[in-house]
């Protein structure tokens, strides 16, 4: 029997950055995934404050509110309810508070789907509502590490080469990969446990916050094109590929997509260009919001990934992407500057995994691989993407299996995946 990696109380990083918001903001939706640890944050924002979780997954409570969203919304600062979209209309009772009074901090919200696929209510707090996204956990969380690695990256990526030598090995790796981040997946002692668990939370998510979003009449086809987009995770999105393979019309696989990124299954990543980049590519790239969950999907293990299987190799590529793509956008949701996200493609095949931007337009580059070299090859889309943005261009980082990091050429670095979340 294995370890589970999850032990003790985990400190949410995005617990800091509620309470630094609550001093600007009149409301702050905690969205994310269902399970992802919203609830245990809303409890500590609630206890905090001396006030009570209102729980709108539970039955009563949810009647109650039915019958009279005011009642619920009226109360000391902040008023905390948990699930607002079990009943929608309590955002138009938490609007009709606001008028009266627009103070920062009154209200903290959870939900598990997106505040934009709420039916009829979904403007009802535009410009009042802050959200703040709950990813299952990073590496430095699980760890009880205090990750900077996106601070300093978009400080000054120089900052992150150092003497220090990674000793991750390549079978840790794997077993970060294939657990993933999700709270309760990660208290799971076997393979066979996270197994029962993902069906479990495939289902429930299926069974009732997508069903909510949207009566479907082919409910059994979500999970199977759950799959196949788990088949597309790090890669350009193909939603007509995914439809047809699941025996659905385009238009239909995009409404069904859409509603699966809506419960926080996946998530796009826009590419970055504008129309002066005649050149580059303007499709989004797809990637699971966790790689524990792809990799239920794939049917893939540690065991298989430490094989040198060339189709197993190709699937670990794809997974180490999206794995670090979304540690990277984890520690961006915490700071207090706005950055964007976005992927670099040119028509050429030059790309970049991810590109993030700062406020004033500073852009730096990562590009993912999962060997333990990097070959002079290897920089050609950081190259391309340093040619684009010029001026604006602080450094792109090529993060690797290997050990050592060093500069490589003018602003481009090589660094370990591992110093994601080691010091």
Same mark, same amino acid.
């Given at each position: 029997?294995?370890?589970?990696?999850?032990?003790?109380?985990?400190?949410?990083?995005?617990?800091?950055?509620?309470?630094?918001?609550?001093?600007?903001?009149?409301?702050?939706?905690?969205?994310?995934?269902?399970?992802?640890?919203?609830?245990?944050?809303?409890?500590?924002?609630?206890?905090?404050?001396?006030?009570?979780?209102?729980?709108?997954?539970?039955?009563?409570?949810?009647?109650?509110?039915?019958?009279?969203?005011?009642?619920?919304?009226?109360?000391?600062?902040?008023?905390?309810?948990?699930?607002?979209?079990?009943?929608?209309?309590?955002?138009?009772?938490?609007?009709?508070?606001?008028?009266?009074?627009?103070?920062?901090?009154? $209200?903290?919200?959870?939900?598990?789907?997106?505040?934009? @696929?709420? +039916?009829?209510?979904?403007? @009802?707090?535009?410009?009042?509502?802050?959200?703040?996204?709950?990813?299952?956990? @990073?590496?430095?969380?699980?760890?009880?590490?205090?990750?900077? $690695?996106?601070?300093?990256?978009?400080?000054?990526?120089?900052?992150?080469?150092?003497?220090?030598?990674?000793?991750?090995? #390549?079978?840790?790796?794997?077993?970060?990969?294939?657990?993933?981040?999700?709270?309760?997946?990660?208290?799971?002692?076997?393979?066979?446990?996270?197994?029962?668990?993902?069906?479990?939370?495939?289902?429930?998510?299926?069974?009732?916050?997508?069903?909510?979003?949207? #009566?479907?009449?082919?409910?059994?086809?979500?999970?199977?094109?759950?799959?196949?987009?788990?088949?597309?995770?790090?890669?350009?999105?193909?939603?007509?590929?995914?439809?047809?393979?699941?025996?659905?019309?385009?238009?239909?696989?995009?409404?069904?997509?859409?509603?699966?990124? @809506?419960?926080?299954?996946?998530?796009?990543?826009?590419?970055?260009?504008?129309?002066?980049?005649?050149?580059?590519?303007?499709?989004?790239?797809?990637?699971?919001?966790?790689?524990?969950?792809?990799?239920?999907?794939?049917?893939?293990?540690?065991?298989?990934?430490?094989?040198?299987? +060339?189709?197993?190799?190709?699937?670990?590529?794809?997974?180490?992407?999206?794995?670090?793509?979304?540690?990277?956008?984890?520690?961006?949701?915490?700071?207090?500057?706005?950055?964007?996200?976005?992927?670099?493609?040119?028509?050429?095949?030059?790309?970049?995994?991810?590109?993030?931007? #700062?406020?004033?337009?500073?852009?730096?580059?990562?590009?993912?691989?999962?060997?333990?070299?990097? +070959?002079?090859?290897?920089?050609?889309?950081?190259?391309?993407?340093?040619?684009?943005?010029?001026?604006?261009?602080?450094?792109?980082?090529?993060?690797?299996?290997?050990?050592?990091?060093?500069?490589?050429?003018?602003?481009?670095?090589?660094?370990?995946?591992?110093?994601?979340?080691?010091?």
């Amino acid at each position: 029997m294995e370890t589970p990696r999850l032990k003790g109380e985990v400190r949410r990083r995005a617990s800091d950055t509620v309470g630094t918001r609550l001093a600007d903001e009149p409301v702050i939706a905690l969205h994310g995934i269902r399970t992802a640890g919203k609830s245990t944050l809303l409890d500590q924002v609630a206890s905090t404050a001396g006030q009570e979780r209102i729980d709108l997954d539970d039955s009563d409570t949810k009647i109650a509110v039915e019958s009279d969203p005011p009642l619920f919304a009226r109360g000391p600062s902040p008023v905390c309810i948990d699930e607002y979209q079990r009943v929608p209309a309590i955002l138009d009772a938490i609007k009709a508070e606001l008028n009266k009074d627009l103070r920062p901090g009154r $209200f903290v919200l959870t939900g598990s789907t997106t505040y934009e @696929s709420l +039916p009829l209510t979904a403007q @009802s707090l535009t410009g009042r509502l802050h959200r703040v996204i709950v990813w299952p956990f @990073s590496q430095g969380e699980i760890d009880s590490v205090h990750e900077t $690695f996106v601070e300093q990256l978009l400080d000054d990526p120089t900052q992150l080469v150092s003497n220090s030598m990674s000793t991750t090995s #390549r079978e840790e790796y794997m077993e970060r990969i294939t657990h993933g981040g999700m709270p309760l997946a990660l208290t799971r002692s076997t393979g066979a446990a996270r197994t029962r668990w993902f069906n479990d939370l495939i289902e429930l998510i299926v069974t009732r916050d997508v069903m909510e979003l949207s #009566r479907i009449r082919q409910r059994h086809i979500l999970p199977h094109l759950l799959r196949r987009l788990a088949t597309q995770t790090a890669q350009t999105l193909v939603v007509a590929s995914a439809s047809e393979s699941v025996g659905i019309d385009k238009s239909t696989g995009e409404n069904y997509t859409q509603l699966l990124e @809506s419960a926080f299954l996946i998530h796009r990543l826009p590419a970055w260009g504008n129309s002066a980049h005649a050149r580059v590519s303007k499709r989004p790239k797809v990637h699971m919001i966790d790689t524990g969950l792809a990799s239920h999907l794939l049917r893939i293990t540690p065991e298989k990934l430490v094989r040198r299987n +060339p189709a197993v190799l190709t699937e670990l590529g794809h997974l180490l992407e999206t794995f670090v793509v979304n540690e990277i956008l984890k520690q961006a949701s915490w700071l207090d500057q706005p950055v964007t996200a976005e992927h670099f493609r040119t028509r050429d095949d030059e790309e970049a995994d991810l590109v993030l931007e #700062r406020d004033d337009g500073g852009i730096v580059g990562v590009e993912v691989k999962s060997a333990v070299s990097v +070959p002079k090859a290897e920089f050609r889309g950081l190259r391309k993407l340093r040619e684009m943005a010029g001026d604006a261009f602080l450094g792109g980082v090529v993060m690797y299996m290997g050990q050592r990091s060093y500069t490589y050429d003018d602003r481009l670095h090589v660094i370990p995946i591992d110093r994601l979340w080691k010091p």
